[in-house]
């Protein structure tokens, strides 16, 4: 199997090997423009839904508030499989997109936007 194969613990504590094209249906492009260091916001109606894929499921857990590098980064999958899903996720309405920076961006936000980016780089 490929270095770039997943392994997933199913909630029967069954682990399968997954490679990531599977969880995608073969996609490699989203159906929305995802820049890495878009900051994402879990609507309410996500969070009450029972997920029938597990990758879905992990990205709905922790994709609150996150750019898109840092949730695959805490996910442990591929910035393109990730990128995928989410498009999926927003596409349906169960995920925002904030606006990254704009010309009314403080210094503030434009730090803390890099800074993120950052740590969601580094830990990939």
Avoid at 99 to 120: P, Q, V, Y
Wanted: glycine residues 6%; hydrophobic residues 40%; contains cysteine.
């Amino acid at each position: 199997m490929s270095s770039h194969d997943q392994d997933w613990d199913d909630d029967s504590g069954h682990v399968a090997r997954i490679r990531p094209y599977v969880l995608t249906a073969g996609r490699t492009t989203p159906r929305v423009s995802l820049p890495m260091e878009a900051t994402l916001v879990l609507e309410p109606a996500a969070r009450e839904r029972t997920w029938p894929n597990p990758a879905i499921t992990r990205i709905t857990q922790v994709c609150d508030r996150r750019s898109v590098a840092e949730v695959s980064a805490l996910v442990g999958m591929p910035l393109g499989v990730v990128r995928v899903l989410l498009g999926d996720l927003v596409d349906t309405g169960f995920v925002a997109v904030q606006a990254t920076i704009t010309d009314r961006s403080s210094k503030d936000e434009r730090r803390d936007l890099i800074e993120r980016t950052l740590r969601g780089l580094r830990a990939i």
